[in-house]
């Protein structure tokens, strides 16, 4: 009936669908279309502003990496007459810069000289190489660029200064010519200017002003060189005579801007050469130096009256005269290790129609996964309002599925534990109220019945009579007391007054008012000193009797005759070291146990194994429920173990420091 009318009431006020707007799962797509719509926008915002300058940086780096590589290579192949060997510092640039790096002559062949790809099938090289390397054409753009470890750059006649040919010096004219330029740099000291030596590729040295950069061409270096004489070659080079052997024949210049033998000798076949090109073009023919202000071993033609002709004949003689002492031109090509060449991105139209298609799907899968998500999340939720209206209105339905382990999955899962405790907890209050009104009904129709008989005549109101009033009385006042106490400490209304208690006398003075009705059941009662010293804790000494008392007239009613119930009592050690922290109180007996699946409930109001409610078997079923609330108002636990057909062991567990102490709290030391 009341089922039926649960359903009425839902027919009357049906669950109220709410607008997508208020909905949770309206916020839910609105917060997330909002959140991806900003994150698409804030993200596309950044990359126009910095993917540009992303790119050209990392092309500028790209490009300086590529002209160390670049040079690297072109002063490899300056000293060098042949590629043969370049294989190693291939793939110690390749290492060096991450890059891909190959090396391979010019077409049509292209057969691949060196390559820092692995593996038996390297991917393929793109069709255009990166740049030719050919010392005697450098490169303007990569030679200018980088900053070499030689510290050369590309010259205006594009022959690298490191491709010397038979310019470069040998051993004694080297150390000879060293010796000059050291006496001329320590005269320049003298004189107050800091001053060093440095040597160019061919082994000519040269004097220099520290602080300016100056070359020795000033007032000061000519009065130094003027006055310089040639040296012993000390320390003695290779290739050159010891001190007690005769000097060289051909004189070696004093001042450091004449040329050596061997210059001498390398002027004069490039002279040759350049005459030979100014005849051809009804030129005078000129007349080959060298030029101290470059950096360089290579003489120039051309003084303030020299053209161009006479430069482009020179340069000519030049790569004709070197092109014997260095390695043949060939390609470079240089690319990421993984692909052949680095891609290039610009916003143009058609990106940014991909940026902007881009962003849209993102938009579109962003609001189709919110809205499988939100659905997702909200049905539960549905379902836990279903739920509970249901049962608000007292229709005890089907739990609600579990369907996930998750925030939404467990919060199913406590709406479902707080619906069966519920239910469990009305069922609990139905048969309470059943049970008291059981309880309190055989007292009082027994006292009624007594009375009617007196009335009637049939009893004689004799001290018998009086007797069984008063004991009914009792029963009638121990239930009511009993329902009191429980309500107390339901509403922690139950009052305490803690003081010091030995366990071991309370345990006597309780076996002391139980001793009579033991003997009468045949039942042996008997308290188990402890070992050590006496057992104390901070206790209300009415209290605990009470609960002692009731786990005792429990034992004593279910023990057979000749069976025992002891008292014992012992401190417990706390985990973490500290001793007495508890005080372990227990009431064994061995009468007929209580089945594993009453045992759960052995501390219920109202529980009795025997459900037949007769007095001669058993109590009110409050007084194991009152000595689990006793036990608790001290802070403390009540418990119980039994074995069917041995016996059961009922067990307090209190703390020393009394109520508000316990397992956490550390005993005061005696």
Known sequence: MARRKGRARRAERPYRRLPLRKSLLGRFLAVSALVAACSVAATAWLAVQTTSGAIRQEQGQNLADDARIYDTLLGYAAEHRQWDGVEKTVRDLADQYGRRIAVTTQAPDRRTIADSATGDSPPALPTRHSAVVDPLTVDTLLGSGGTPATGSTATTDRIDPRAVGPFKLPAAE????????????????????????????????????????????????????ASAQVPSPEPRVPGTRAPSEKPPTAKVPSFLDEPTKTETKALEALTKLTDACLRRQDRDPVKLGLDMTKPGPAPTAYDDNADE????????????????????????????????????FDLSPANTAKIAGVAALVLALTFGVSVLTGS???????????AAQRLKDGDRSDPVPVSADNEIGQLAAAFNDMAAHRTRLEELRKAMVSDVAHELRTPLSNIRGWLEAAQDGLADPDPAFVSSLLEEAVQLQHIIDDLQDLAQADADALRLHPEPVRVTELLAQVAAAHQVRAD??????????????????????????QAVGNLVSNAVRHTPEGGTVELRARAEQLADG??????????????????????????DRFWRAEKSRNRRTGGSGLGLAIVRKLAEAHGGSASAVSTEGEGSVFTLRLPVQGPGGGPDVKPTAP
């Open 578 to 603: 500290w001793e007495s922290g508890l005080v372990v109180v227990e009431v064994a007996d061995s009468g007929s146990g209580i089945p594993a699946a009453d045992l759960p409930h052995v501390f």
């Open 376 to 386: 997702r999340l909200v049905r539960p939720l549905r379902a836990l309002t279903g």
């Open 520 to 545: 009468a059941a045949d039942v042996a009662l008997q308290v188990t000193a402890p070992t050590g010293p006496p057992v104390a804790l901070t206790a209300d000494p009415v209290r605990l009797r």
């Open 174 to 225: 080297r150390a000879e010519l060293r010796a000059v330029a050291e006496r001329n740099a320590e005269c320049v000291r003298q004189m107050g200017i800091p001053a060093d030596v440095e040597v160019n590729p061919a082994g000519r040295p040269r004097v220099t002003e520290t602080a300016s950069g100056r070359v020795d061409t000033d007032a000061e270096m000519a009065k130094c060189a």
């Open 309 to 344: 002709t006479v430069a482009s004949c020179v340069n000519s003689s030049r790569q004709e005269q070197l092109r014997s002492y260095v390695a043949g031109p060939a390609l470079l090509f240089i690319g990421d290790p993984d692909r052949a060449s680095v891609p290039g």
